[in-house]
């Protein structure tokens, strides 16, 4: 199994796995056109993808769903409440799943998750090929013990690391908006990130990688050393998902 980021943060999210001749785009932020784009760097077209798995309706994780699901007949993954959501051309397309229920797309097992957000019913995933599990968490507000069970001997980690708690105070967000991301059901802080790391199993660990951080509250010189604090690593294991770039691709291997 492995996996990469077409870009994470505010302005677009995008998430690659892929195992055989299976490949999951999870969430597409972007429009259409930049999308194909990013994804020729990976050596893909939209025509290789089996599918699209939308963790919730906000704009930066939907903006090119409509489109490519009907170019390209993709079928659209989402919870029943994000699905109402959707514009109404994706529909032909979804395929609702339950937060509590796994379900498999082709050669992938799919484990979603709640989580607490601002959105309708948003969700996260863990993803398994039948010898490792890979988690991806973004887009949270705080962590429940269904998060830490779910994440929990996952074999690679996506983990938003939005924002630095003085950074978001101290900078140039409305007061609303400092309230929203930091809030209950906003984005996950480095500290919050963090404790949930040294928390959970992560013996198994081969991969982290810290996703969606904030381009004005925060920094990959922050995010790494409180991650490799946490996993007890170098701060250069610790990767960083960029807005523009995302991540090349990762694999997971046995030993």
Not at 17 to 33: W, Y
Not at 49 to 60: G, N, R
Not at 211 to 236: G, Q, R, W, Y
Request: charged fraction near 20%; glycine fraction near 8%.
């Amino acid at each position: 199994m492995r996996f990469a980021s077409l870009g994470s943060g505010s302005r677009g999210n995008a998430t690659l796995i892929s195992q055989g001749k299976t490949t999951i785009l999870v969430d597409c932020g972007f429009s259409a056109r930049e999308t194909e784009k990013r994804l020729r760097r990976f050596g893909l077209t939209s025509s290789d993808l089996s599918a699209i798995l939308v963790t919730h309706e906000h704009a930066d994780h939907i903006g090119g769903v409509r489109v490519l699901s009907q170019k390209f007949n993709i079928p659209v993954y989402a919870t029943p409440g994000t699905a109402a959501c959707l514009p109404t051309e994706v529909m032909p397309h979804i395929h609702e799943f339950s937060c509590h229920e796994t379900f498999v797309v082709n050669d992938i097992e799919v484990s979603p998750f709640p989580v607490p957000h601002d959105a309708r019913e948003p969700s996260q995933f863990v993803f398994h090929n039948g010898d490792f599990r890979l988690g991806i968490l973004t887009d949270v507000g705080f962590i429940t013990p269904l998060i830490e069970s779910a994440l929990t001997l996952c074999d690679g980690l996506m983990l938003e690391a939005n924002h630095d708690m003085a950074m978001l105070d101290q900078g140039e967000y409305p007061e609303y908006l400092k309230q929203r991301v930091g809030g209950r059901f906003g984005h996950l802080n480095n500290v919050q990130s963090a404790e949930l790391l040294a928390k959970i199993d992560t013996s198994r660990l081969q991969h982290i990688v810290a996703m969606h951080i904030s381009e004005k509250n925060n920094s990959p010189a922050l995010v790494k050393p409180l991650f490799a604090d946490a996993l007890n690593c170098t701060p250069d294991w610790i990767g960083i998902a960029e807005q523009d770039a995302g991540f090349d691709w990762r694999e997971l291997k046995k030993a």
